[in-house]
């Protein structure tokens, strides 16, 4: 959007000239979403010119569904210039430059692309292997984007990979460190992180008073025989060995996780393993999503399984999840944390504290700003707190 704004073009909520969509194939809902949005636009806004971009383009002929533009994933730094009919002047996704972002916390992206080829997972496939922007780049954004945005969120497919593909080989931790000597840094958080990339020195960022104290784990199981079936790279001793790790260097951490229901190596037996480990572990926030075959993938021709089980198995993970967040507010109770003000929304300010509790104030509130909150209620779903 920054690169149309630079050219006089304004973003709207209401009816527009050109629509982009950048697409997702993570999973099957996410290509039925794009499909979607396409289709939508089209009924609502006919004359409106409509450009796709991402990942589901080069596998789902989104071009079928007759758009003006098609731009596939390894042209998407080059949109502007395709859609305007412009020499595209951009060598690659890292040369585009961003100065603000449309909410207040801001994603900075530091990779793309991932190595470990997880039996289930397109994303290598689409996006190929892992690529690190120039750190220098990366420092220079945060610095300015720093100026507006409270809160940075180091983003991208996988990012403990960070580094190892540059000519000078460099890490995550060494990104990290720079990172926090910049004097216009409010907070840093990190996005999604492979459990085998973590090292002991990442986590005793934890302990930095500008680093948020949330960490965000792709479990998808704790069953080492799917595991295995899934090609990933770690087995549930080492997933609970980083949750008391990270717990030991910051008692109040935010653990959240990602898990996979209906995985094809899944049996009864397996599902309680990862049932059992999430009790143990209990995690503050969980993202729980149904397996979907995927283009590419060793297991493109799968059967799913039965609807049905699949259905009773993610109800008793969405019970858990609702236990397990509810517990984790209540220890914070009475305590006083800090927020970002992200929205106003029915006579509340709404935002993310910093172990990624997302509360409500009655307070009129920039928006924008960190502010100190006292939480004073909450519910199986929301949160309330006080300006502190």
């Given at each position: 959007m920054e690169e149309f704004s630079h050219r006089g073009?304004?973003?709207?909520?209401?009816?527009?000239?050109?629509?982009i969509i950048n697409t997702?194939?993570?999973t099957k809902r996410a290509d039925l979403k794009s499909k979607e949005a396409v289709s939508r636009i089209k009924k609502e806004d006919p004359?409106?010119?409509?450009?796709?971009?991402?990942?589901?383009?080069?596998?789902?002929?989104?071009?079928?569904?007759?758009?003006?533009?098609?731009?596939?994933?390894?042209?998407?730094?080059a949109l502007v210039g395709i859609v305007l009919g412009e020499p595209i002047l951009q060598e690659d996704i890292w040369s585009l430059k961003i100065s603000s972002f449309f909410n207040q916390r801001a994603f900075i992206k530091i990779q793309d692309g991932c190595d470990n080829f997880?039996?289930?997972?397109?994303i290598p496939y689409l996006r190929g292997r892992?690529?690190?922007?120039?750190?220098?780049?990366?420092?220079?954004?945060?610095?300015?984007?720093?100026?507006r945005h409270k809160e940075i969120v180091l983003s991208g497919v996988n990012i403990g990979l960070y580094g190892r593909d540059l000519v000078k080989k460099q890490s995550l931790e060494s990104l990290v460190q720079r990172i926090l000597e910049i004097p216009?840094?409010?907070?840093?958080?990190?996005?999604?992180?492979?459990?085998?990339?973590?090292?002991?020195?990442?986590?005793?960022?934890?302990?930095?008073?500008?680093?948020?104290?949330?960490?965000?784990?792709?479990?998808?199981?704790?069953?080492d025989k799917v595991l295995c079936a899934m090609n990933k790279q770690e087995r549930v001793k080492d997933y609970e060995a980083v949750v008391v790790k990270a717990r030991a260097i910051n008692p109040e951490v935010a653990i959240s996780c990602d898990i996979m229901v209906g995985f094809p190596a899944e049996d009864d037996a397996s599902f309680n393993n990862t049932v059992e480990f999430l009790k143990r572990t209990r995690p503050m926030r969980m993202h729980i999503f149904r397996f979907s075959p995927r283009q590419f993938t060793p297991l493109s021709e799968t059967k799913i399984m039965n609807s049905g089980q699949i259905r009773k198995r993610m109800e008793t993970l969405k019970e858990l999840a609702v236990e397990f967040s509810k517990e984790y507010r209540q220890n914070?109770?009475?305590?006083?944390?800090?927020?970002?003000?992200?929205?106003?929304?029915?006579?509340?300010?709404?935002?993310?504290?910093?172990?990624?509790?997302?509360?409500?104030?009655?307070?009129?509130?920039?928006?924008?700003?960190?502010?100190?909150v006292k939480i004073d209620r909450i519910d199986n779903e929301k949160t309330y707190a006080v300006k502190a």
């Open positions: 073009y304004e973003s709207t909520k209401e009816a527009a000239d050109l629509y997702c194939s993570v004359q409106a010119k409509i450009a796709i971009c991402g990942c589901s383009v080069k596998d789902n002929h989104l071009d079928k569904l007759e758009v003006d533009f098609v731009i596939p994933q390894d042209k998407k730094h997880c039996s289930f997972c397109k892992s690529r690190s922007r120039p750190q220098d780049q990366i420092i220079e954004e945060i610095k300015i984007v720093s100026q216009s840094l409010g907070r840093l958080r990190f996005s999604s992180l492979e459990l085998s990339l973590i090292t002991d020195k990442l986590l005793f960022f934890l302990k930095h008073p500008k680093v948020c104290p949330h960490l965000h784990l792709p479990f998808q199981s704790a069953d914070f109770l009475g305590k006083i944390l800090t927020m970002v003000a992200e929205e106003k929304k029915q006579g509340f300010t709404w935002g993310y504290t910093e172990n990624y509790i997302r509360l409500g104030i009655k307070d009129d509130v920039s928006l924008g700003e960190i502010i100190g």
